[in-house]
């Protein structure tokens, strides 16, 4: 294999596979990215086995071949490279990289020892705007759990219909759901457990203005755009029923400005319990009051003017999931739905002057007031 390239696409390419190398891995080979050349450049992969990233580059092939090197020194290499053509061959089972006066052999490991990446078939997938599917994932992945008791929860679920895409995620204290328009699809309804790791590249790798093609194949989910592609292995399970936690019958509601009551939520949560985060909220007519008791470090009150309709509430919160769910709102303005102090609380962004309308809501459940 030789080819020449630039030593800024070489980096570039470089830095978005190797940030999908695990950190530490009993397989050698995966610590490698793999480099293979086609009619048009050069593809270079890498892979934990859990999600894989591909980059196409355009390239001058002068001749074909493939093989795995180490990826991490790799990227430190021409990092440090001084700008220019770079010229990458192999021999055996080595590559050489010659720069300028600069020239680096490592050893590799053959291209067959290198995991097959997923045959996913994205003409039968979907389609989704860069800043739609972006604004999917930021807004939604946030909420997904750490903990391992339940490994479904700890995916995003994403509902793929015919011009239309939804994602779910929640650790059963908070959650959040956001749908976008997407392109037609052959494929039926389909629901999948994404892992936010492959979120995160996804995240990572694309842009606003690409349009970027989703598809599965097998176990897997596949992205592409641009030349650029994310493999991800999916998670097994059945995802709980979220519609069942989302209220439907809240007749209770206030208008708050976003980052007033953040910063009084923050204000008052100085003093809360560390165990619980405990906040005491009291909404009533024109206004809101904030209150914590912490018998060991004290207490904190706060009032805010907000517009509220309906019979005044009482409810807790643990202020640090309410702070959470307010910074992805992202409007300036939030609407707040109750029903009872023990029933789960929504919250919806309100649209400005404008500003398109988002199918986007978040739940938190509320904590028990102890007297």
């Known amino acids: 294999m030789r080819f020449t390239i630039t030593r800024q696409n070489l980096h570039q390419g ?36 859990d999600v894989a990233v591909r980059i196409r580059v355009a390239v001058d092939v002068v001749e074909q071949g493939s093989l795995t090197a180490p990826g991490k020194k790799l990227q430190e290499i021409t990092r440090e490279l001084p700008e220019g053509p770079v010229e990458v061959s192999t021999r055996g089972e080595q590559i050489e990289l010659r720069c300028g006066r600069s020239h680096f052999k490592l050893n ?24 739609n599917l972006l604004a999917l994932i930021r807004h939604t992945a946030f909420a997904v759990s750490t903990e391992e008791s339940r490994p479904v929860l700890n995916g995003v679920l994403w509902e793929l219909r015919d011009r239309e895409m939804r994602m779910v995620a929640t650790n059963g204290h908070r959650l959040a759901k956001m749908t976008i328009p997407a392109g037609p699809s052959q494929e039926t309804t389909t629901q999948l457990i994404v892992p936010p790791a492959a979120l995160q590249h996804v995240q990572r790798l694309f ?23 994310v493999y991800t292995r999916l998670i097994d399970g059945t995802y709980p029923n979220y519609e069942q936690v989302i209220p439907k019958d809240n007749d209770r509601f206030a208008v708050v400005e976003r980052k007033g009551f953040e910063s009084a939520v923050r204000r008052v949560a100085a003093v809360a319990s560390e165990q619980t985060h405990r906040i005491r909220m009291k909404f009533e007519d024109g206004r809101v009051e904030f209150n914590v008791l912490t018998p060991d470090l004290g207490e904190a009150h706060d009032e805010l003017e907000v517009s509220y309709t309906g019979e005044p509430l009482v409810i807790g919160f643990n202020a640090n999931y309410l702070l959470e769910v307010l910074r992805y709102v992202g409007t300036q303005e939030v609407r707040l739905g109750f029903k009872a102090p023990e029933r789960a609380a929504t919250l919806e962004p309100v649209s400005g002057d404008g500003e398109a309308k988002r199918d986007y809501l978040c739940l938190v459940m509320p904590l028990r007031l102890v007297d």
């Open 207 to 229: 842009n606003e203005s690409d349009t970027v093609q989703v598809a599965r194949g097998g176990n897997h989910l596949g992205f592409s755009a641009g030349g650029t592609e």
């Open 108 to 131: 590799g490991l053959p291209a067959a020892d290198f995991p097959t990446l997923p045959d996913i078939p994205f003409d039968r997938g979907w389609t989704a705007s860069g800043s």
């Open 14 to 49: 470089l830095n978005a596979v190797s940030a999908s190398l695990p950190s530490k891995t009993t397989l050698p080979v995966l610590s490698n990215i793999l480099l293979e050349t086609t009619a048009d450049g050069v593809r270079i992969s890498g892979t934990d086995l």
